[in-house]
């Protein structure tokens, strides 16, 4: 049924819930799993050497949560992808959606906040509004 599933992930506890049945989801369906963590956009004007430092951090936080999200996962026989992006979670997510042709976004009802620099709430009710495919909300 599905074939391209999406998770978006941002470390909560929603979105570590989200991520292990996306990965069931995948196993079950021989699907491609894709993953998504966003981090907030670094501001131009903050010129050199804080600029890299900046962004080198967000890589950095973004890359503690994508680790425990693929733990939960485990392996997806069919093809297991990650996408570290920049930007506003709902757009970011709706845009790799919508350029990998996934059939389906999985993602936690309620995110950390921008402090973690990913989901909030309002991303998931962004998503599930704007998406071009269904989204399966995760409590």
Do not use: W
């Not at 699907?31 to 963590?37: C, I, N, S, T």
């Amino acid at each position: 049924m599905f074939k391209r599933i999406l998770l978006g992930v941002d470390g909560s506890e929603h979105a570590l819930r989200a991520a292990k049945l996306a990965g069931e989801l995948a196993r079950s369906m021989s699907a491609d799993l894709y993953v998504v963590v966003c981090y907030d956009a670094v501001p131009d004007y903050l010129g050199e050497p804080y600029l890299q430092r900046a962004m080198a951090e967000r890589l950095l936080a973004s890359q503690e949560v994508l680790k425990p999200a693929l733990d939960i996962i485990g392996d997806v026989p069919s093809g297991l992808h990650t996408e570290v992006l920049e930007g506003a979670p709902a757009e970011a997510i709706l845009a790799v959606a919508e350029t990998r042709q996934n059939d389906l976004i999985v993602m936690g009802t309620r995110g950390r906040g921008k402090l973690a620099g990913l989901l909030l709430g309002s991303q998931s009710q962004k998503v599930v509004s704007n998406a071009i495919c269904p989204v399966l909300l995760v409590r």
